[in-house]
């Protein structure tokens, strides 16, 4: 059975540049990643290790491809912007993307055609991947994608780090916590995501991913609203941990908890 990990969470927006200004105000890093070259956005990237927020904008609109099911997570840009900056869904991250998009495709999903994605850093460095989406919503809540780097976590994560795109936040060592996601019924929500995914339930509306945790909280949004952080010593005596935060960019809030 195929091992999920939350890879990413994708927030819309209309300006990277306000975006990095807004983090850099908090002691937080976000980095231009750049252009998906032939599919209308560009990118900035706040990493806290492997796990990250994309922060994703319209690009050349010419160039999205609403009708294609493989393009979900660039077209969606033009349903969210520019009116709905906010979060719009996780990726989760699998080291077989062949075996996963069987599995979720037997479980009865509607999984797009594996695609090929890539995107030319600032560097001029192209990155390479492979992805599928799954169409449709659950009560709502739009599912996940999946995304295979097709290379090693720890081999990715040195890719990361020689590349520059590893923030160095002034708060200090920045760890993802878990996802607040607002749904009508939580602990229907997390029953279904437990079978689809193989996700470890922690309570009856929270499920385990890794070292992170997806919790589902009654409300309307049928979105994530929050992500929430730890926040610790950096490496080294000379970077103690911040003050922490708690600020919000569009419909999207971003805190640390002790």
């Known amino acids: ?3 999920f990990r939350w890879d990413h969470t994708v927030h819309y927006v209309n300006d990277l540049e306000a975006v990095r200004e807004a983090f850099g105000k908090y002691g937080l890093v976000a980095e231009p990643g750049g252009r998906h070259v032939g599919h209308g956005t560009k990118n900035a990237l706040a ?5 990250y927020v994309e922060f994703l904008t319209i690009d050349d609109a010419e160039q999205l491809k609403p009708d294609d099911p493989s393009e979900l997570v660039f077209s969606d840009a033009a349903n969210y912007l520019p009116d709905s ?3 719009s869904r996780v990726a989760l991250r699998v080291h077989d993307i062949d075996e996963a998009w069987q599995e979720l495709r037997d479980k009865g999903l509607a ?3 594996i695609a090929a994605g890539n ?3 600032p560097q001029g460095q192209e990155l390479r991947w492979r992805i599928f989406t799954i169409s449709g919503t659950d009560g709502g809540l739009p599912y996940p994608f999946v995304i295979d780097w097709q290379v090693p976590d720890d081999v990715r994560l040195g890719q990361l780090a020689g590349s520059g795109l590893l923030g160095k936040h002034a708060q200090g060592e920045v760890t993802t916590s878990r996802a607040v996601i607002e749904v009508d019924d939580p602990a229907a929500l997390a029953h279904r995501w437990a079978e689809l995914f193989g996700l470890s339930p922690v ?3 929270e499920l385990g991913i890794g070292e992170q945790v997806l919790q589902f909280v009654p409300g309307p949004a049928n979105a994530i609203v929050e992500l929430v952080f730890g926040v610790a010593p950096g490496p080294g005596d000379d970077t103690p941990a911040g003050p922490g935060f708690d600020f919000r960019l569009g419909g999207a809030r971003y805190r640390s908890e002790s």
């Open 47 to 51: 990493y806290f290790g492997l796990n």
């Open 111 to 113: 999984v797009s055609p």
């Open 119 to 121: 995107r030319t850093t």
């Open 85 to 87: 900056e906010g979060f």
């Open 203 to 205: 309570s009856p509306t």
């Open 1 to 3: 059975m195929t091992t």
